[in-house]
């Protein structure tokens, strides 16, 4: 036989309809975070370690201190520097049984935290990676890629740490020609210039970290397909939708006459949109299609002339 204190702190669900078989009085209660079942006026306890087959309706504390009714973390990722696989202390200052800390436990557990977070990264590798995966993420965040590009992002630097690539070299330089890397490899249309505008590198070095990699990994990338480009040049120089699939004929027509080897994609998808912008007179100059494509009007003129000899429109 066993007994328990009752105190008004204990959350717990009654049942008005049981009595007590010990005192006959009760009502009966199951506290949610021992696991007893017992009564509230003698405080005779029934059973022990009660199995919960309801949905959970606590609500927990999450790392910034509020209130949360997750119980998992964040999935494992390659994203991350460690897997997603360490853990951390939280913020929440109670011990086991719910009780608050003492002033100066709690700054003794202010330190402890402090020094699980700092021996995370303890090594040069880690700090490497979470370095470089910051930087990657940011700089994802604002060319708008999907998840999938940034963890293919992350496994082609992972590797090139690996295999020493990113030794005496800069973090940020090879985060980014991954980061580009990874966009071409799935087909993603961003270029050289939109990644080197975003993570402040001079197109020169980040085309030298990206054969870097292109050369030490052996990565084969495959053909930019400039059809991937005519939507993103047609939004920026808001041309409409009858236009844009006049580009989209145009640039098929040039894929079976195998003219597009070779050629820059961004400069022959403005072309096949000038092309067709002149064909449905729709009053686009040739700035506003190569300023809309980030070229220069010299190439989009001598692409224009190529797709018209070509397939003689």
Known sequence: MSYRLNSPGVEGRQRKADKCPRCGKGPLAED??????????CGYVMKEKLEESRPEWRSFQDEQGGESRARTGMPTSITSFDMGLSTVIGSSN?????????????????????????????????????????????FAEKLAVGDEVIERAAYIYRKAVERGVTRGRSIIQISAAALYAACRDMEVPRTLKDVAAVSNVSKKDLARSYRILLREMDLQMPVPDPIKSVSRIASRATVGEKTKRRALEILTKAHQKEIVAGKDPMGLAAAALYVASTLESNGKTQKDIADAASITEVTLRNRYKGLRQALGI
């Open 32 to 41: 949610s975070n021992t696991g007893e079942f017992y009564c509230t006026n």
């Open 94 to 138: 109670r011990d086991a049984s719910g009780s608050s800390l003492s002033g100066a436990m709690k700054h003794t557990m202010d330190r402890v935290r402090v020094w699980d977070k700092r021996s995370q990264a303890a090594n040069s590798f880690d700090r490497n990676l979470r370095q470089a995966f910051n930087e990657m993420k940011m």
